[in-house]
Structures are given as C-alpha cells and as structure tokens.
C-alpha cells in the first residue's frame, strides 16, 4: 500500500533560533505546513520546502501567555489558531500579498517553459505571506486540546469545559459545555438522564472531529474513550450525548478516519484499538487492534511504551503510529503492518550495534501521502546551536520522510488488472517488465540498463488479456518510468495513475490535466494546448479501454461536470476527445468490458456503454447512457463509497450452466462502503427471461435488487472479466483482500459433470485465508498474488568519522522496495477440505494441476497441516492430515509430494505423517513400480532413519538392480555408495555371500581407483610380462583400510556379486552396447571378468543370433554385394602401400599415442600396448564423475577423431585410455587426418571408397564395436572377437584370431564353438545375407585351417606361455583394413602373445587369488 523510499531529508532553517520545534502541523489542502517553536510561529511551504514567513513573539508577551503548545488551521488555511500553556489562543490571520512571490524559478535561454501560462508563478514559486495577531482569547484554564469543526474552533480545557467559538464572530459566539452535564451511555439506545457516574471530575485530553460520524472522537485524562455527537444542529450541553467504549480504560491519544469512520484510540500498552459506530444501536463497536506481535519483534513488544501519535494519511488507506520510547510503524486501515522501525537495519548498525530508536514530537503528512514531516525529540534535544561554525544555516530536527504507494489507493478501479503500479512523488513504479522486448520486436536495445532484469520467465500465459507470467514474475526490480518534468512542473502533486491491461502504456494526472506515457515507444504525450490542461480538472480517476483513456472531469471554463475519451494513438487535445456532460460531480469512475460505470455525489450509480467508432483518420469513441441506479437510501455520505466496481459475480452459478453467454455479462455491482463489501444483483426474477424477440440492449436494462453485505473490513477487490472454462473456479472468483485478517476468496461451488446441484449446497462459499505479502494484485489463471515489500540497506559503514554521526544515512537504513508474490492455492484447497468440500477441491486442483508450482501448492499443504498437527498440544478431536493425505493420493505427484515433505520436516513428526499416508516401504515400492527411481532413492533415505539396516539394505539392493536395469548410472553411483556406508556404518553380521561366486579381490568401482601394477611398455617384452588385470596387487592406500572390517570386504563383495550379476544378463541377452556403457559408466573392470568368465557367460551361443542383435544395437547396415566387388583395387592389397606406409612414415606411433585430444582431455603420456589397462590412474574415475550428465551413451567416443585412417601397424593407447574418453561428451568428428591430403588416389579409388564409408555404419558404432573388440581380445573371448571381425568385415582381426589359435593350445571347446559358429553364419548368410558372401570367401583359407586345429586337439592342455619368435607373422594384412582399421588394431604378433601369456598368468592369479582371499589380507605385486 504505502513504502518508505531511500533515505529521510532534514530541512535547513534559514533563520538561526535558539529554540527546538515541538509541533508540525498542514493546512487543510496541504500546500503549507505551521512549524510551532515555544515562542515563535513558522509558515512553511511545501514544495519547495522553504520558510515563507515567521512570527516571534515578543518576550513581555511570550512571560503572559506562555510557550506555544499547539496549533491548528481553519478549513480555508486563511487562519492559524495557537494554544499556549498559560490558557491563552492567539488567532493569526495569514492576508496573501497578491502576485508577489519570493522565489521564481530561472530558466535558460531558448527554455520551451511560457511565463506567459496560467497559474504559473503560484505553481512554480513560493507564495509570499504574512502573519498578524487578530486576537487574543484568554480561557482561564489550561488548554489540552484545539479542533477545527466546520465553521467553529472546538476548545478543550483542563477544568472540564468544552468551548465552541467562532472564526469569525469570536466574542459573541463562545459557548462553553461542562463536560459533566453531557450524558453518558454505552449506547445511544439507553434512557439518558442525566449523566453517568464517574464522569464528574473528568476532561478530555484528546480529541479530534470525524465529518462522517458528525462528532467528536474523545480520549479523556483518566483513560476512557468515547465519542460524542450532538443530536441536532444546535450545539448545546442538552443537544450533545456521549457513548462510550467499556475495554478500553488507559486511552492516550486519537485520530479519526473520515473514509471508513474509524476512530482509533492509543493505549498506553502500546497497543491501538479501533472503533467504529455500530450505526443501528449507536453503541461504539470494535474493529481490529494494531500492535507488534511477540513473533515478529521479540525484544521491544511490550517495551515501546504508551502510544504518543497517530496520523491517518491523507487518503485515508494507512494510519502511522509513534510510541513514548520512539519509532515508527505504518498500517494499513484494516491493521496489516507495513513498516516498523523498531526491528531490522532501523534498530540494529552494521556492527550489530543497537541504535537509539527515533523518538518523535510531532508528525504531520504531505500532499497525497508522499511525504511525511516528523520533529525528531531526540536528536533536537541535544543539538546545540553553537555548531554554525562554517556559517552553515543552523540544522534543526524537521525530517521528510518519503513514501510511493499503491496506485489502488487513489484510483481503485485499477484492481481489475494484473499489474501491480506504485506511484511516488515523481515517478512510477511498474512490475510488467519491458514492453518493448515482451511484446515488440522493435526497440529491442533501448533501456538496455533494464535488460537483465527482464529475461522471460520458464512459463508464459497465452491469452491476450493476461499478461505473460514471465513478465510479472520474471525477476525481482521495478521498471520506473519519471514523469515528465514539465508536467510535473505545473502539475504536482500527481494523483491518479493508471495502466493499460497489456501493462504497455500509462497514464497520470496532476492538478490539472493529465499526460501519458507509452513503454513501447518511451515517449510521453502532453498537452499541446496548455489552456485545455490547465481548465480540466480531474475528479473520479481515470481507466484506460482498448486505446482509449477515460476520464471524469470537471471543466473549469464552462463549470461543468464532463465525462471524457482521449484516443491514445493521435494528440493530445480536446478536438480529438469524445466529450459528455454529466450531472453530477464524479467521485469514482471504473470500466468493465465495454461498460463505463460511474458513481457520483449524489449517491447515484450511472452505467454507460462506450463503442468504438471509425470515422476519419482517428477512430472515436461515443457513449451511451444505459442505467442509473439511485443509491441514496444506502449511503449515508458519498465520501465513504470506497470503490465501485462491475462485475459478472453473482450467487445463482446455475446460470452459467443453462446460459453460458452470460458468464461475461455485467451481472453485479459491487461497493466498497467504507470497508463493507456490498453487492447489488441484477433481478432475474421478472418476465425478462424472453431476451431472443426483444432487442439485445433490452438486457442492459434490467434493474437490481436490493443490496446485499458480503464482507467486512475490506480494502480492495479483485475481479476479471475474462472467461477461461478450464479454470472457471478462479475465474469467476471475488478476492478480498481483508488488512490484518489476511485475504478471503468468494469462490463459486460447482456441481460436478453437470449433474442437478445438491439443494443444500450453496452457490458459493467465502473462504479466508492468511499470505506474508500486502497484496496489491491477483494472478486469476495462475493462482498466484502480487505485492511489495520495503527492504533496507545499510550503508552506515561509510561513515566512519564521529562527526559523521549526525547523518541521516548513518542514522537510517535506506529503504528500498521490491516486488514479492506468493501462491494461495495450498490455503483454499485447505479451507475446502476443512469443510468437507473435496470435490470442489478436487475440481479445483485439477484444473490448476498444469501449474509449473503445482507440485510444491501440495507440498505445503501437507507441510503446514502436518506441522500444526504433529506439534499441537492439545489433542485434535478431527485431524486434517488423513483427509490431505488421501487428497493428495488422488494425483500421480503423490508420491513425490510425501517424500519431499518428510525430507524438509524434522525426524520427530514422521511417524504422524506416514501413519497418514502410509508406510514408506510400501510406497518405496510404489515408486518401483510405477518405474519413479529418483523419489525411491529419497524414500530410502526415509527407510534407513525409520528402519533397522538389514531393511533399508534390502530396499537398496532392490533400487539398484532396477536402476541398473534401465541404466540410471548417476543412480548407480550413489547407490555403491549407499550401500558402501550402511555396510561400514553397521556392527552387525554382513549379509549371507552366495557361495556359487567367487569372492572378488575388489569390487569394479575400487578397482580403478587403486591400481598399482607396473608393466614394461616395450612391446618385445610384451609376450613374457602379460599381467591380466585379475592379479592384482593390494594397495595401501584408502582402499587397503576398507579389509580391516569383515563387514566392509563383504560388503563389497555384495555389490560385486549385483555387477556380475547384470553384466551376467547383458551378455547372455547380447545387449554388448548396454554392456559398453554399464562398464564405462560405473567403472566396472570389463577385462577381469570377462576372463573369468571366458567358458560361461562371455560364450557365444548362437553366432547368427549374435550378429544380428549387433547389427540392430549398433544400427550397423548389412552388407549388400557392390556391383563392381570383382575388380575392386581394395582386394588385392595394392592399396597397402598407397596409404597405410606413408602414414606411417607421416605420422610416428609416439607423436599419435601423446597427442592431445580435442574434447579437453589433458595430454597424459599414455601406454603404447592395449596392455595399458592395468597401469591406470586415479583420472579415469575423476573423468567419469567430472563429466556425469554427459554420459549417456557414448562410451569411447572421441579418440579417433584425428585418426580416420589409419594402418593396422599403428597401436595406440590401451584399452584403459578408452575407458578414460568413455566419460567424454563426443568429440567433433569432423577431424581428418592432415596429411590425408597428400595421398594420391585415383578416381575409380575413391569411388570403391565411397562406396566402402556407406556399408559402414555411424563412425560413433564403430569406435565401440573397435572398443570392445580390444576388450574382448585382451579377455581372450576369441568367440565374440569372430563375431566383431564378422560385423566389421575385417579380414585382419579374423587373421589375428586364428593366428591365436593356431600358436597357443586354446580350449578345444573355444575352436569348436568357433567353427559351429562360422559354419552356421556361412549357412545363414547363403539363404538370408548374400551380403556376407564375399567376405566369408576372403576368410575361406583361415576357416579350413580351424577346421584343421579343431580335429587335431584331442584334449584340453593347461595354457603354456608361448616364445614370440615361434609365432609366425602375419602376411600383409589386406589392403582395406589398414585404411580403414583405426588405432585400435593392434600388432597382430603381440596380440598373439598376450592372449596366450594372458591365459596362463590368469590361472596362476585366481589360484593366488582364491589362497590369498581366505587369509584375509595379503600384498603381492605381480610385474
């Protein structure tokens, strides 16, 4: 409603004075305000803020009557009345000095400011003023307190008296009431004789005058309040009759609000309470209680003292409250608190330091609220006057505070919009973010300063009316627009603004007139005539439809009351404006669809239908009168109308369902009456039904019914009158926003799927519930409310000198103000729940359930129930949270929601929400099913508190084999860890280890991390020194503690046991690519096993079967026959020397192996034999964590990326450095080898090797069908090698492998396999594969020689290492392979050899392995 803004200013007097202020007080209209020293008077003008003139009082007189008290001024400011202590009032008349003025502003030469304009030197200068004493009133008694009322001065002394004198007629018109002889009662209804007891020795010590109760508010010395009226015109003791308040007994001072008579009465508790007239008994009623609460400021609550001063602002909507110890706290007229300076940075320094509050004489308001002029007691007291030392003009304590408000509290038509619009003394403050980049491509850099506060938000609305979210939401600054400074000029103070519903343009109007301003273009648009600005006054506010400004006036020419249209787009001028007079003078204006609805103050209610008409260049607009509704049967005073607003709510929503035309139609008119909510309805039930026959505009015409109250104590209402049938629950909706007691919703009840509604069920049900923001506009479609909210910035730091410590910004924080909104569905649909309407909430939610924050509305629903009711004291006869739990089962965020709420909800209160929602297993295995791993992972959390460990064990492993299943590797991972923790964080026995495995050195993911196993990198040794990675040595390091604890090694055993367990099932189902990544992803030591598991599971089965589910996996295309397969130049191995020599002579196989790799890889040196694997280091698993979201399927991608072609000859890394890349996002293929542009090849070449790259498959299938073809032959799984070789048609790899075969006594059930395998593939291949045929022809010889190995091997030999000079090296390896083979073919000689050593070194490892596992630990390093 109301912010403070930056920092307060203090006031320089111009004139040096020994004496301090004491009181501060504005003229009716708020142009001047009357400083009072103790013997001297001050005249001060506004804006700019200067001394116009001042009275001192001569020093014999100032000893007769003593120090100056109080002051106030007649209505028309053209008196000032002044109390002193010794009983005297001095009446000063104040004449004007015609068209002399003491300032005149300067401007430069060529200026475009006319000095030629009306009314400009009293706009623009200070007027020049006088003071003389008319009269000297001597009442014999001390005064307490002075009231101006209407025509007479009201006059409270100390000896109980009440005086009425005249401004004018002074001496004959005193009249002096004993308080005594006025009767006193609890209400107007009692009989009055004579006057109550206790009320003898009384007087008032406050009081102040309330026009629209006509009477007094009154606070007597003794505590009590009360208020008196007279009960006729004349003012007399017999006339006169007070009622009185029972509650309150230590009342210190008061003040009345006219708009929404309420009079509020300070306590010396601290607390203010509120009354009003109950206007039926005449009784004093109360309303609400202003005070801090112990939550929100737990050190001074009940330490502020007694309360000094309360002052209402001008427009009625806040009241500023000050206490005895000091401090400031603003309200808004229902009692939400807005701003206190005893908490936060206005208490506390930077250092932590508490500050003196600011304690306060005397306070007044400015002009429409902008300011605040306060005397400050405390630091007045002490400031000396000496300190002129510079000749500086003496300081003394009068601070302006400033304040921006909520454009609603003028112009509350703005509360059917969606934007929040805060003005302040110069400029306005806008939440629709940047027009120009929302809605238009135009402009796109101009404001850059506000770009980065304008990015779109994730979700955006749609419809044209509502405004995108993101531009609302997106972020939390203000786009400030200045007003125009030469309107201002003329113009100020401004008091209305408005905005347009697309949030694109705004305008305002000042004293005269009215500007606007487009955010598209950033332009303003005034007047081109001064004249017209200047004779247009603007009386009920403004609205903006379409592209029109509405307004209602009042013509200062022709004094006539006028209704005007101004079309935006052309200039700004009476010959463009649609003009219609109006009777009488408008109080409030307000527009709905295309309805005009004026109320005005004669208490009538006027509807008039505006069209848009396109004549000429310049469309217009014409109205039309459609109804008058009289209202002054209802309304006491027209100043108390609030708002008025049209709306399509109404009580019967049957209608909607037989007519849905209707939904939009203006259905009901809605008042505010001073904070009572009244509805008027159209009447429905006359013969007006027959609407087809009779002319449309007939419907417009139906009268009202009689009004009907809805709420009390209601400070703005929010509607739309847009139509959405998915949300119509919020749509067709009333929100009340309600001061202290938060907000209420007036929602419509719909029976469900059209069924007839429940006769006891009524229409619609007013729902209140609590938010921590001010709201200042509602969200309709997005559930959601819009505010502001004042924050501080310390900047006390700076100054750190002690003279410094006088200033306003080491005194005061600077206050800023940012835009905050918050969701209210949670509260509804509780409050819906609460009153057993889950159908209506259900309906509701759904029709909401595709809100981004949807999810977290049923998060804090249960939270809060959950909360309250867990923690209450008492016991709860009929607890909410089974209903919200079985509420929120009806959406699929169920489990979810449960989840995330336990997790942010202390241990303590889970056993009260799972007993609602039930058991975590059973919704942990609700989450498995329904394939929700993430939420089962938080449920186990949830398990391993609530649970004994064999439990939460139990459900891990469960978690893990599903997430292993559908290759959740990220899951994995914290899953191996889970499981690692509750095994070294237990004591109890370790599970059962199935007894058909073999225990396991270490488990897969250890593995990578601690290897030392040193090799010989020579690849003459390599046939001798093959250490296959099962002999492992123990490391000393982390992962040699973790065989201090039987639990611990069994632990890794169990997960071990799963790993194998799932590469198991992924090579029994072929799925090698799943395979490929399993491994990859959580470090599982591939090699290893698969040597162990060389006869059982890594057997190829069926190799026909095999090659198609490779084909398929690796979208790899069968072969088809080339046309010109006979002649090829590839076949023949003439292409060997073309190629494969000059890259080798090219590019050296040291400079390839140390090459830096382009996906950021650091250029580690790395090992030349794929025997690599065992000497790795600690990076590969740091690259596979590092590069976690990246690594969905491409295992090994970018090492050849430089290497397109290149000779079998040529080894690269081992298979260990693939593993590292595996963690890599791919690389950029688009590489190729840069000398591939000095080869020489011919056309017919180049075509055979076009064709060649098209029977390949995607380059990313081929890196890992090469990668585990390595992996495969260093395991020694010979079978899928075949296979490998088979899908890649490479005759080499095939060579390699029969080449094994022939030099090593391989398992005569290994070569069987093979030749069943290949003899079936050559079978398939002839019916099903043609493609397949020449190839299998090139491998022919190799074939017949298995063929051979395989008849002769009569039994099984234990592997024995084989010397390399007896293998016999390979003829030259075809042509086409070494173009296409990439790095990973390895020399076919060492791979010959290492397969064998392989072997051999295996067995001796398991045995040593198996001995060394029983003994519990042991060290063996293997080189």
């Not at 010959?575 to 409030?588: D, E, P, R, S, Y």
């Not at 008039?608 to 309304?635: D, F, H, W």
């Amino acid at each position: 409603m109301y912010f403070l803004s930056g920092w307060p200013k203090r006031l320089l007097c111009p004139l040096e004075s020994l004496e301090r202020p004491l009181h501060i007080q504005t003229d009716p209209q708020r142009a001047f305000f009357a400083v009072l020293f103790p013997s001297q008077l001050s005249i001060w003008y506004c804006r700019p803020s200067v001394l116009i003139v001042s009275y001192k009082e001569l020093s014999k007189a100032a000893s007769q009557f003593g120090p100056y008290k109080q002051a106030e001024w007649r209505p028309d400011s053209t008196m000032i009345a002044v109390s002193t202590a010794n009983g005297y009032i001095l009446f000063f008349e104040i004449p004007s000095a015609r068209d002399k003025y003491l300032y005149e502003p300067i401007y430069p030469k060529g200026s475009p400011h006319l000095k030629g304009t009306p009314h400009y030197k009293e706009e623009q200068c200070a007027p020049s003023l006088n003071l003389e004493m008319k009269k000297v009133l001597d009442l014999q008694a001390s005064i307490t307190s002075l009231q101006s009322m209407l025509e007479d001065l009201l006059v409270a002394t100390a000896d109980g008296f009440l005086h009425l004198i005249h401004w004018d007629g002074m001496t004959n018109g005193r009249k002096a009431i004993n308080l005594c002889t006025v009767p006193f009662s609890v209400d107007l209804q009692s009989s009055r004789a004579g006057s109550l007891t206790g009320f003898e020795d009384v007087y008032i010590r406050d009081m102040e005058y309330c026009a629209t109760l006509d009477g007094f508010a009154v606070v007597f010395n003794d505590g009590r309040v009360g208020f008196i009226t007279p009960m006729s015109s004349r003012f007399t003791a017999e006339q006169l009759h007070g009622v009185w308040a029972q509650d309150v007994v230590d009342g210190t001072c008061v003040a009345v609000n006219n708009k929404y008579r309420l009079m509020a009465f300070g306590c010396a508790n601290g607390s203010v309470q509120v009354y009003t007239i109950d206007t039926t008994t005449g009784a004093m009623q109360f309303s609400h209680k202003l005070e801090l609460t112990p939550k929100q400021y737990p050190d001074i609550w009940n330490k502020t003292g007694p309360v000094k001063l309360i002052r209402w602002s001008p427009d009625s909507c806040v009241v500023m409250v000050t206490w005895e110890c000091g401090g400031l706290s603003l309200w808004s007229v229902f009692g939400a608190q807005l701003i206190c300076t005893l908490g936060g940075d206005f208490a506390y320094q930077s250092d932590g330091a508490k500050k003196d509050p600011l304690k306060i004489r005397s306070m007044t308001w400015g002009s429409e609220g902008y300011h605040l002029w306060v005397i400050d007691g405390s630091s007045s007291s002490n400031m000396k006057p000496e300190r002129n030392a510079n000749n500086e003009a003496q300081q003394f304590g009068i601070l302006q505070f400033q304040f921006i408000k909520s454009a609603l509290t003028v112009n509350p038509c703005m509360s059917n919009q969606e934007q929040v619009l805060l003005q302040g003394e110069d400029r306005l403050y806008l939440n629709c973010g940047d027009a120009a980049q929302t809605q238009s491509p135009r402009n796109t850099l101009a404001h850059s300063e506000h770009n980065h506060t304008r990015e779109r938000g994730p979700f955006s609305d749609g419809s044209l009316d509502s405004q995108g979210l993101s531009t609302l939401l997106g972020h939390r600054h203000w786009h400030v627009v200045q007003i125009h400074s030469t309107y201002l000029e003329s113009n100020w103070p401004i008091r209305f603004s408005a905005i347009d519903k697309l949030g694109q343009n705004v305008a305002v109007v000042g004293k005269f007139g009215f500007a606007h301003y487009s955010l598209l273009t950033k332009k303003w648009k005034l007047f081109g005539n001064i004249t017209q600005e200047q004779t247009m006054m603007v009386t009920g506010g403004l609205a903006w439809w379409n592209d029109f400004i509405v307004l209602a006036c009042y013509n200062l020419n022709d004094h006539q009351e006028e209704l005007r249209i101004y079309l935006r787009t052309s200039n700004l001028d009476n010959a463009f404006a649609h003009i219609t007079k109006v009777q009488a003078n408008t109080l409030l204006l307000s527009v709905f669809r295309d309805i005009v609805i004026l109320f005005r103050a004669d208490c009538s209610i006027c509807l008039y239908s505006i069209e848009r008409r396109s004549e000429g260049l310049n469309p217009t607009a014409s109205i039309q009168i459609l109804q008058e509704v009289s209202m002054s049967r209802y309304i006491p005073h027209p100043f108390l109308v609030v708002s008025v607003t049209l709306t399509s709510v109404r009580t019967e929503t049957g209608i909607t369902l037989k007519m849905p035309q209707q939904a939009c139609e203006a259905e009901s008119i809605m008042l505010n009456l001073a904070g009572q909510l009244i509805m008027l309805q159209r009447d429905r039930s006359g013969p007006q039904i027959r609407d087809k026959d009779n002319n449309p505009n007939q419907r417009k015409h139906l009268p009202f019914c009689a009004p009907v109250v809805l709420a009390q104590s209601v400070e703005n209402v929010w509607t739309t009158c847009r139509i959405n049938k998915q949300k119509r629950h919020l749509l067709e909706a009333l929100w009340l926003s309600c001061g202290g007691a938060g907000m209420k919703v007036w929602l419509p009840l719909f029976p469900r799927d059209h069924r007839k509604p429940h006769s006891f069920l009524s229409r619609r049900i007013m729902l209140p519930f609590h938010i921590n923001i001010y709201p200042l506009a509602v969200l309709f479609e997005d559930a959601l409310v819009l505010g502001a909210v004042n924050d501080t910035v310390l900047y006390d730091c700076l100054y750190t000198q002690t003279s410094a410590r006088e200033h306003l910004e080491v005194l005061f924080p600077f206050s800023i103000v940012e835009r905050t909104s918050q969701i209210y569905l949670h509260h509804i649909l509780r409050q819906l729940l609460v009153r057993n309407l889950g159908e209506q909430a259900l309906l509701l939610a759904h029709s909401c359930a595709t809100l981004p924050y949807f999810p977290h509305v049923l998060e804090l629903m249960l939270h809060e129930v959950l909360e309250e009711e867990a923690t209450s004291r008492e016991p709860i006869p009929d607890p909410l949270l089974p209903t919200v739990a079985k509420f929120i089962t009806e959406f699929p965020l169920f489990l979810q929601t449960v989840v995330h709420c336990a997790r942010k909800t202390e241990y303590a209160l889970w056993n009260y929400l799972f007993a609602a929602v039930g058991n975590p297993k059973d919704l942990f295995e609700e989450c498995l099913m329904a394939q929700d791993l993430d939420t089962a992972a938080s449920y186990l959390i949830i398990l391993q508190n609530m649970e004994v460990p064999a439990v939460s064990r139990q459900h891990a492993t469960l978690l893990f084999n599903t997430a292993l299943e559908q290759g959740k590797w990220d899951l994995c991972r914290h899953m191996i860890r889970f499981l690692k923790a509750i095994g070294s964080g237990e004591t109890e026995t370790p599970p059962a280890t199935p007894t058909t495995q073999e225990p396991s050195s270490s488990s897969g993911f250890e593995f990578f991390r601690h290897r030392s196993i040193s090799l010989s990198q020579s690849a003459e040794n390599l046939h001798s020194k093959f250490n296959l990675t099962k002999t492992l040595s123990m490391p000393s390091g982390p992962s040699g503690k973790r065989w201090s604890k039987d639990s611990d090694c069994a632990e890794n055993m169990y997960i071990d046991m799963m790993l194998w367990r799932h590469a198991r099932r992924l090579l029994e189902e072929i799925k090698l690519k799943d395979l490929g990544c399993f491994a990859a992803q959580l470090g599982f030591e591939l090699i290893g096993w698969l040597c162990k598991e060389r006869a059982r599971a890594a057997r190829v089965e069926d190799f026909v079967c095999a090659l198609k589910k490779l084909h398929k996996d690796f979208l790899w295309p069968f072969p088809v026959i080339p046309a010109s397969s006979i002649n090829s130049p590839f076949k023949n191995g003439k292409y060997k020397t073309a190629v494969g020599e000059q890259l080798l002579k090219s590019q050296s196989t040291d400079t390839f192996v140390n090459m830096e790799m382009d996906t950021g890889i650091s250029n580690t040196p790395r090992s030349r034999s794929w025997l690599g694997t065992i000497s790795s280091s600690q990076r590969e698993i740091d690259t596979v964590s590092s590069h976690g979201p990246h690594m969905q399927d491409a295992f090994l991608s970018p090492l050849l990326s430089k290497v397109f072609l290149i000779g079998d000859e040529c080894s690269i890394g081992s298979a260990t450095d693939l593993t590292e890349t595996s963690s890599m996002v791919d690389g950029d293929w688009t590489m190729v080898d840069e000398n591939f542009s000095s080869l020489s090849l011919t056309q017919s070449e180049l075509e055979q090797l076009s064709l060649e790259l098209a029977s390949k498959g995607p380059h990313k299938s081929q890196v890992q069908l090469r990668y585990l073809l390595h992996i495969f032959m260093e395991a020694g799984c010979l079978d899928w090698c075949v296979v490998i070789g088979l899908i890649l048609r490479e005759s080499s790899v095939i060579n390699q492998v029969f080449s094994i075969m022939q030099s090593s006594d391989i398992d005569g059930e290994i070569c069987q396999n093979i030749k069943t395998g290949l003899d079936a593939v050559d079978k398939w291949a002839s019916t099903d594969c043609p493609g397949y045929k020449p190839f299998l022809s090139i491998i022919k010889p190799q074939i017949q020689k298995l063929n051979e190995i395989v008849e002769e091997q009569v039994q099984p030999e234990a592997f024995q290492p084989v010397n390399p000079s007896k293998v016999p090296e390979q003829a030259n390896p075809r042509a086409e392979e070494s173009r296409t083979s990439s790095s990973h073919g390895a020399n076919p000689q060492s791979d010959a050899g290492s397969s064998n050593a392989s072997r051999h070194e295996e067995d001796k490892a398991k045995t040593e392995d198996e001995d060394s596992f029983q003994e519990g630990s042991y060290d063996c390093v293997v080189s």
